[in-house]
């Protein structure tokens, strides 16, 4: 397996302490990335070596929660990668590279509970870029019929605001709005928009369904929940109804109302790792050769490092 989490596994003795989050992504991790079977015998063993737990029986306790989590999403996703959860083992059939975008989803979610790892990923802005591509193809696989637009800038994707907002207002059937002027400068990138989906009825009208969205690969997500500022947008385009907003993120709840809690507010679309990755599973469609391409060139040379169990 991959080595106890550095974060979320405090001591539990009498109740449990470690996060439900961090223990299920630790197991997902570890059979996408690392191994070809893990038993619940095998995670108790490593929370009892570790001193987060002294009691075998208290540590299966809440090894069989992780267990459920982990069955319900290789339900979703069907069974990727030849995932396949039992009473007492999860095995896989299919190396992660098999499925890049799984393997690139599990190592980003890796980082906030691995920050010794971290040091070795190079430029944030690399993965960035790579999770928008993968966003966008997710976005086009289960919005079928509607377009998506990278907008967000980046290094492959150099185009500012500035360039890109006459053809975004055009696309849409909009007017300006009358702070335009005033918020895309020379100097804006993206104003919080990555991706635009959209739906057109091929006639010159507005009103169309929109949807503004942010793609957030770090763990610092929440600090972006309230990006796009839709009110900020309606001064740029005279939106003639208002658009949604939407955040995609690798990470994944793995407590449903913890879900619904925490991702209130983004008060729109909302799409998690299992989403992210489902606009494939769930639609029969495979990521480009060109994405899975790169994704397997990013995420292979970190494994070397990756932090495992002695």
Not at 78 to 101: C, F, H, M, Y
Not at 175 to 192: I, P, R, T
Request: aromatic share 8%.
């Amino acid at each position: 397996m991959l080595a106890l989490p550095e974060v979320g596994m405090a001591r539990s003795v009498k109740q449990h302490n470690i996060d439900m989050n961090v223990l299920c992504d630790w197991i997902e991790a570890s059979i996408v990335l690392q191994d070809d079977r893990i038993s619940k015998a095998d995670v108790v063993k490593s929370l009892i070596q570790h001193q987060v737990y002294d009691k075998q029986d208290f540590a299966m306790e809440i090894v069989d929660q992780a267990w459920s989590v982990m069955a319900s999403r290789m339900k979703y996703l069907n069974e990727p990668l030849g995932i396949q959860v039992s009473k007492n083992r999860i095995s896989r059939s299919q190396k992660w590279d098999t499925l890049p975008a799984y393997g690139f989803c599990m190592t980003l979610a890796c980082a906030p509970v691995y920050p010794s790892w971290l040091q070795h990923w190079g430029a944030p802005s690399v993965r960035g870029e790579l999770f928008e591509e993968l966003a966008h193809e997710s976005f086009s696989s289960a919005y079928r019929g509607w377009t998506v637009q990278r907008i967000g800038w980046s290094p492959g994707n150099p185009a500012k605001l500035r360039k890109t907002i006459a053809k975004i207002i055009s696309d849409l059937n909009e007017v300006e709005g009358k702070e335009l002027g005033l918020h895309v400068d020379e100097h804006a990138n993206e104003l919080g928009l990555d991706l635009l989906a959209y739906y057109s009825y091929g006639d010159v009208h507005a009103s169309l369904p929109v949807l503004l969205v942010q793609c957030a690969s770090g763990d610092n997500w929440r600090t972006k929940r309230h990006t796009p500022d839709l009110g900020l947008w309606r001064t740029i385009v005279s939106f003639n109804s208002c658009p949604v907003r939407g955040m995609v993120m690798p990470f994944a709840y793995a407590n449903s109302q913890d879900h619904r809690k925490h991702t209130k507010a983004v008060d729109g679309v909302f799409v998690d790792r299992l989403r992210l990755l489902g606009g494939f599973l769930r639609n029969a469609t495979a990521v480009s050769a060109a994405l899975d391409a790169k994704l397997v060139a990013w995420v292979q040379p970190l494994l070397a490092s990756a932090p495992k169990e002695k």
